[in-house]
Nanobody
Framework: QVQLVESGGGSVQAGGSLRLSCTIS????????IGWFRQTPGKEREGVAG???????SYADFVKGRFTVSGDSAKNTLYLQMNNLKPEDTAMYYC??????????????????????WGQGTQVTVSS
């Protein structure tokens, strides 16, 4: 059974930084993609950034230049470095993984529907 555990969320002031981590319980041998998504109450879950087994990355326009996604395959861990945080970044952040997906699927319209394994989420709150 695939399990994902996020950590690193918290409360920061605008302009601050956080680093989220997502540890996955299994190693994927075949093509796979791991992504970060976020959701606020009443809104659809949206893709933030992703990375696939070929090393390709994708970013939503609203985080380009501020967020960086990276992975440590030896630790089965995905990271999301978030800099220059804004109040509108406040959300529950989730990581997800799926096989045979390209990184661009993370930020595609309804991309979340293509991922079957999810963590429980970690809250990020940015105050002005």
């Amino acid at each position: 059974q695939v399990q994902l555990v996020e950590s690193g969320g918290g409360s920061v002031q605008a302009g601050g930084s956080l680093r989220l981590s997502c540890t996955i319980s299994v190693s994927f041998v075949n093509d796979y993609c791991i992504g970060w998504f976020r959701q606020t109450p009443g809104k659809e879950r949206e893709g933030v950034a992703g990375i696939d087994s070929n090393g390709a990355t994708s970013y939503a326009d609203f985080v380009k230049g501020r967020f960086t996604v990276s992975g440590d395959s030896a630790k089965n861990t995905l990271y999301l470095q978030m800099n220059n945080l804004k109040p509108e970044d406040t959300a529950m952040y989730y990581c997800a993984v799926e096989g045979y997906r390209h990184a661009k699927m993370v930020v595609a319209v309804n991309g979340a529907n293509a991922f079957g394994y999810w963590g429980q989420g970690t809250q990020v709150t940015v105050s002005s």
